[in-house]
């Protein structure tokens, strides 16, 4: 599907909220026909299941050592007593589905309903590092950023060939990630490992969500792990140390055959990966999580969809004309491979930094927008409270019905019309009269199926009464009179055919005010 329509689902969390209801365990095996029959509804293409594969005992030992995660946890779930928690989802003891979970069986099972209602399934792909738990570190270490003891954000790491010092994974701008391991993307059989992983469980699901999919890139790697230089062994033991200025040094023993790398790749490892995985299967899509500008990049190299981060920061910090100004010098291609969102599990919840009326207004948006649009498990029904990915459990929160009629009444709405489904145009608004400037606070999104009827979604992201007009880009405009009804309200108008040619249509909407409009030949002039 061209446009996408994304739910992502905290499986751990999900799962258990499913077991307390139901009053028996369930797993990805038996989850229950209501909740596909939900997700049809509401016209959802594609669920991510977030956090499937395995970890391990060492992982969830680090999740429970740091002082300030516990006290998260207690923040986020005063009422839960004792704390229910296992190592994050993104620290993978292996590509295989937890046996909690339900297993590989129960994979196959739920794949099967999604199949049966329509839907596609996204699994995750975490390309730049390990967990700690992963059987690489003990029988493949030369897969991975080698360190020192000396060195910070190192562990020491019984192997075959002995002991090794191995640098923990990480984001540049961040300290490491204490439960995970870093693979080094500048050798060879790293990039040819991650693929074969990739390859490996490409056939269970219809794609992969990839996390933080740019730090993989060759240049942000070199730069990252400059003071830690790249070596390839021939499987010997190898020892590594740092000298003062800390620059590493390699002192091999007599059966070591470490030797430096060639330097940088020259090719890119989602070049490869990406090609790869699609060949062996056609359609499989690829999202990233992707920041720091490198989304046109990551577009290049083969990636379907990537992070909106740039929108989703200047809605939550309520620039209407940062959010106008992102979408119109955005190129049309770059819009359409957007995952656009509110939240996600790595954001705080949007209900509880939006008002009603704001976040009524930013949804329509986001769902209005082509390329994949994107929800989260707990969105639709208003939910107030992060869950850290550790917590096998949620908050235990009441429903906010507002904003669940809210979702309620948008999801299905849109399924009704062109949106998601046919050609899209954002329109540039225009002034309503010289000096007025609100009109560099609308959104207008234009979808056509089939002539001569199309949609209007018309969004004001301001706290402020706005006006504009919006000059309409479909075929034979003047040829008709037209009836306008906005889907989300009773609004209904008649406007002439030839005014909306010459000047647009005049809008005139509330503050954080969001319609969406279906046009119809009402008479021919």
């Known amino acids: 599907m061209k446009h996408p329509l994304l739910y992502e689902i905290n499986t751990r969390c999900w799962l258990n909220q499913l077991s307390s209801r139901q009053g028996a365990p369930v797993t990805l095996a038996n989850v229950p026909d209501s909740e ?89 792909f975490v390309p730049n590092h390990v967990g700690l738990d992963h059987p690489w570190l003990s029988q493949r270490p030369d897969l991975f950023v080698q360190g020192s003891a000396e060195m ?71 730069k990252t792990w400059a003071q830690f230089p790249p070596v390839e062994t021939g499987g010997g033991f190898r020892k590594k140390a740092a000298n003062a200025g800390g ?98 599990h790595d954001e705080p919840r949007i209900a509880s930094i939006l008002s009603l009326p704001e976040h009524c207004a930013a949804a329509l948006l986001i769902l209005s927008l082509p390329g994949m649009r994107f929800l989260h498990d707990g969105e639709l029904e208003g939910a107030l409270v992060r869950i850290p990915v550790q917590l096998l459990c949620s908050a235990v929160e009441p429903t906010q019905p507002d904003i669940e009629r809210m979702y309620e009444q948008m999801l299905i709405a849109l399924q009704k019309t062109a949106v998601g489904q046919g050609e899209a145009v954002i329109l540039k608004p225009r002034e309503a009269w010289p000096g007025n400037a609100t009109a560099q606070n609308f959104v207008l999104v234009q979808w056509q199926v089939q002539a001569p009827d199309f949609e209007l979604a018309v969004v004001n992201l301001a706290p402020q009464r706005s006006q504009c007009y919006a000059p309409l880009s479909v075929g034979d405009l003047a040829g008709h009179d037209w009836l306008m009804k906005n889907l989300l309200g009773s609004e209904e108008y008649r406007r002439s055919g030839k005014e909306l040619q010459s000047q647009g249509i005049y809008l005139d909407l509330p503050e954080h005010g969001a319609q969406l409009f279906h046009f119809e030949p009402g008479s021919s002039t």
């Open 36 to 124: 596909f029959a939900r997700w049809q509804r509401l016209g959802f293409t594609h669920i991510w299941l977030m956090g499937v594969w395995t970890t391990g005992a060492r992982a969830r030992a680090q999740a429970l050592a740091l002082d300030d995660l516990l006290q998260e946890y207690q923040d986020k779930l005063p009422q839960a007593g004792k704390i229910r928690l296992d190592a994050s989802p993104y620290a993978i003891g292996e590509y295989r589905v937890s046996p909690a979970l339900g297993g590989e069986p129960g994979l196959q099972a739920f794949r099967r309903q999604l199949s049966q209602c329509g839907l596609k399934l996204i699994l995750d």
């Open 152 to 222: 910070p954000g190192t562990i020491e790491q019984q192997t075959k060939a002995g002991v090794r010092w191995l640098a923990q994974g990480r984001d540049p701008n961040f300290p490491p990630w204490s439960d995970t391991v870093q693979l080094d993307y500048r050798l060879p059989a790293t990039r040819a490992a991650m693929q074969e992983t990739l390859l490996s469980f490409a056939g269970k699901c219809d794609g992969v969500r990839c996390d933080m999919a740019m730090l993989v890139l060759n240049d942000v790697f070199e």
């Open 247 to 344: 620059v590493l040094t390699t002192a091999a023993t007599p059966e070591s055959v470490g030797t430096p790398s060639r330097g940088a790749p020259a090719t890119e490892f989602w070049q490869e990966a990406i090609a790869s995985a699609k060949q062996a299967h056609p359609g499989f899509i690829f999202i990233a999580e992707a920041y720091w500008g490198l989304e046109p990049r990551l577009h290049a190299l083969g990636f379907d969809y990537t992070y909106d981060k740039e929108l989703y920061d200047a809605l939550v910090g309520h620039d209407s004309a940062g959010v106008q100004r992102h979408l119109l010098a955005a190129t049309p291609r770059l819009i359409e491979a957007g995952a656009h969102f509110l939240e996600n």
